[in-house]
């Protein structure tokens, strides 16, 4: 299973970003996905996360803001970010677990400037 991960960068307090995974080596349509972030100095923690079913859930801190989704014919999820704020500045990894196996991207990087 490869994960690849894109779409970040530098953005101005306000701004938006969207990163896109696209994933290979399985059947993406029955795969749940995740995003992560990783803030430095800071643990990594689950942003948001939608089920094969299309069912979605988010961190408080970015409800209304994110929007996770998936386009299972390109076996890909993204995650639309709107209204950045610079305490969004973190690596991004997209994720998913696969008999029981965590599979990660090498992550993207996202930068807030307020």
């Known amino acids: 299973v490869q994960l690849q991960a894109s779409g970040g960068g530098l953005v101005q307090a306000g701004g938006s970003l969207r990163l896109s995974c696209a994933a290979s080596?399985?059947?993406?349509?029955?795969?749940?996905m995740d995003w992560y972030r990783q803030a430095p100095g800071k643990p990594r923690e689950l942003v948001a996360a939608?089920?094969?079913?299309?069912?979605?859930a988010y961190t408080d801190s970015v409800k209304g803001r994110f929007t996770i989704s998936r386009d299972n014919a390109k076996s890909t999820v993204y995650l639309q970010m709107n209204n950045l704020k610079p305490e969004d500045t973190a690596v991004y990894y997209c994720?998913?677990?696969?008999?029981?196996?965590?599979?990660w991207g090498k992550g993207t990087l996202v930068t807030v400037s307020s």
């Open positions: 080596g399985t059947i993406f349509s029955i795969n749940d």
């Open positions: 994720h998913l677990v696969l008999r029981g196996e965590d599979y």
């Open positions: 939608i089920t094969s079913g299309g069912n979605t």
